[in-house]
């Protein structure tokens, strides 16, 4: 018997091992569905331009937290102390497949970079997979933008350590709306997996709401900034709401005459059910060319 043990021991740490991976993987799908990436005037998008464009962004969260919500929705201490590095690149390329048309639309090749690193010695590091993205808007009146938003995830990942070995779907509908200096966005959202192997079980379908809510003070400086503080919401349950998350958070957007923009903030989670606390920092940065 000890020596079945001693035999068992490697895969049984290689089966640990692989679940952390892919708890890994399904940390990151998570912060894409939760859309800590969003700010102010993300989704106000022109739709009148002659020519095609690039407009790339990078965004980052750091988050460290030693607390999980429960079954009970209670906030308890793990005993473990994780910091998670989560990195979201964007390249999108805006486009018209009718120049006359109301309707625009862009489409981007994002990735995603990740660390995870505890106080029991896990550390793993890598970048994600391709997640190719559709999105097309159009604009009722000239102060809103409403359209939706395709994203597919790849279950192989640059990095192999971090492969899902998941199709990941998201689909997401957004409306942005400018009174005098407030801008309000609202976006609501579903995401499916579809395993590759039958061996792993799929993952319950998820739904989020995101919400921000800023305020521009105009031609800041000689340089004429638009300065945006925001508050921000984002909610993310499964389909029988064995899990659930509520953040909220605050931050604030800095725009250039032009167009670079880059922002900072903060979320916290203050309801939860079976899942990791967020206590993140945020930041970003976007710039056309």
């Known amino acids: 018997m000890k020596k079945i043990n001693r035999l068992n021991r490697p895969m049984m740490k290689a089966a640990a091992i692989a679940a952390l991976t892919l708890g890994a993987a399904g940390a990151a799908q998570a912060q894409i569905v939760l859309g800590h990436h969003y700010r102010p005037h993300y989704w106000d998008l022109p739709n009148q331009f002659d020519q095609p464009f690039n407009f790339p962004g990078q965004t980052l969260l750091y988050n460290s937290t030693s607390k999980a919500y429960d079954n009970d929705g209670k906030r308890r201490d793990t005993g473990v102390d994780t910091d998670t590095i989560f990195g979201f690149t ?167 005459k032009d167009a670079l923009t880059w922002s900072v903030g903060f979320s916290q989670t203050v309801d939860g059910r079976n899942v990791p606390e967020t206590r993140a920092l945020l930041a970003q940065v976007w710039m056309p060319f």
């Not at 994002?110 to 970048?127: A, C, M, P, Q, W």
């Open 90 to 256: 964007i390249l999108p390329h805006f486009f018209k497949f009718d120049p006359a048309s109301t309707w625009a639309f862009a489409f981007s090749l994002n990735t995603y970079e990740l660390r995870i690193k505890d106080s029991n010695g896990f550390d793993l590091s890598g970048v994600g997979s391709v997640i190719p993205a559709f999105t097309g808007w159009t604009k009722p009146t000239p102060e809103s933008t409403i359209g939706f938003d395709i994203l597919i995830g790849t279950p192989f990942s640059i990095s192999s350590k971090l492969d899902s070995h998941m199709w990941d779907y998201y689909l997401r509908g957004f409306y942005d709306l400018n009174v005098n200096n407030w801008n309000i966005e609202a976006v609501v959202g579903y995401h499916t997996a579809d395993p590759r192997w039958s061996s792993i079980s799929k993952p319950k379908d998820e739904y989020h709401l995101n919400g921000r809510l800023g305020y521009d003070f105009k031609n800041v400086t000689q340089s004429n900034m638009r300065v945006t503080p925001y508050l921000s919401t984002d909610y993310l349950r499964n389909e029988n709401n064995s899990s659930h998350v509520w953040n909220v958070g605050a931050g604030v957007m800095v725009t250039h």
